[in-house]
């Protein structure tokens, strides 16, 4: 529950800050899936997750954007029952749930052609 507030409580603070980054740069929030490679596929899921990146223009050089980026997701869930014993012989069960996290946060930087084009290239 603590970790769905603060995803909430997260995006809340980024859409405040938008518009401020629309007038002077950019926001991007979306999904990203990682996949283990090599000798981590065996006894390794799949990561899924949320990302965000804001970035706002150099005044001095409108060619380059500058910001931070982030990701937060999550692999290796499983969910399995178990039996406890409570007392007496008596016996317990529950379901149980394991998970595990992974975060990334960094530095980022844009360049893109200052001119007003359908499509422009760029290099992050």
């Known amino acids: 529950m603590k970790k769905i507030v603060w ?3 997260s995006i809340t603070c980024l859409s405040t800050i938008e518009a401020k980054a629309q007038k ?3 926001i991007g929030m979306g999904y990203n899936m990682m996949l283990p490679m090599g ?3 065996t006894g ?3 990561s899924h997750g949320l990302e965000a990146d ?4 150099l005044k001095s050089w409108p060619v380059m954007k500058l910001g ?13 029952s178990q039996d406890y014993m409570i007392f007496n012989g ?12 992974m975060g990334n946060f960094g530095l980022k930087s844009l360049f ?7 499509m422009k290239p760029y290099a992050a």
């Open 68 to 80: 931070v980026e982030g990701s937060f997701s999550m692999y290796a869930y499983n969910e399995q």
């Open 54 to 57: 804001m970035l706002f223009t």
């Open 7 to 9: 995803l909430v409580a």
């Open 44 to 46: 390794w899921s799949s």
């Open 90 to 101: 008596i016996l317990g069960t529950s379901d149980v749930s394991f998970s595990s996290y």
């Open 24 to 26: 002077d740069g950019q």
């Open 39 to 41: 000798d981590m596929k």
């Open 112 to 118: 893109e052609s200052p001119k007003p084009m359908p």
